[in-house]
C-alpha cells in the first residue's frame, strides 16, 4: 500500500520558516510527479507547488512565488517544501500528493488528477 507521509509541519511567527517533507514508500518515486496541496478551514483545498519527475520543472501558485521552493531527492523517496517568509495567510494543513500524468500546468495544479495522498501536517503561522 502506497504511503505518503508528511512532516515538518509547527507553529511559527510571521516572517519565519519552515521546510516541510514528504516520504513515499511502497511506490517508484521517480516515476510520480508530485505536488503539495493546502486546506484552511472552511476554504477548499488549494494547490501550492509542483515538481516533475525529474525535479527539472516547478510550479508555484501565485500566491507562494518567490518564498516557497520545492525540491525532491529521487534517491530518499522525498519531496520537500522549504517555506520562507511565512504570512498568518498560509496558515493550512499542508498535502503532499503523486501524480504519475504528464507534467503540464494544468495537471499538476488540479488536485483530483493526483492519484496518492497524504494525511497532511498543520502549518499554523502567527501574527
Known amino acids: 500500500q502506497v504511503q505518503l507521509v508528511e512532516s515538518g509541519g509547527g507553529l511559527v511567527q510571521a516572517g519565519g520558516s519552515l521546510r516541510l517533507s514528504c516520504a513515499a514508500s511502497r511506490l517508484t518515486f521517480s516515476t510520480y510527479a508530485m505536488g503539495w496541496f493546502r486546506q484552511a478551514p472552511g476554504k477548499e483545498r488549494e494547490f501550492v507547488a509542483a515538481i516533475s519527475r525529474s525535479g527539472g520543472s516547478t510550479h508555484y501558485a501565485d500566491s507562494v512565488k518567490g518564498r516557497f521552493t520545492i525540491s525532491r531527492d529521487n534517491g530518499k523517496n522525498t519531496v520537500y517544501l522549504r517555506m520562507n517568509s511565512l504570512k498568518p495567510e498560509d496558515t493550512a494543513r499542508y498535502y503532499c500528493?503523486?501524480?504519475?500524468?504528464?507534467?503540464?500546468?494544468?495537471?499538476?495544479?488540479?488536485?483530483?488528477?493526483?492519484?496518492?495522498w497524504g494525511q497532511g501536517t498543520q502549518v499554523t503561522v502567527s501574527s
Open positions: 500528493a503523486a501524480n504519475r500524468n504528464s507534467y503540464t500546468i494544468v495537471i499538476v495544479t488540479t488536485a483530483p488528477t493526483y492519484e496518492y
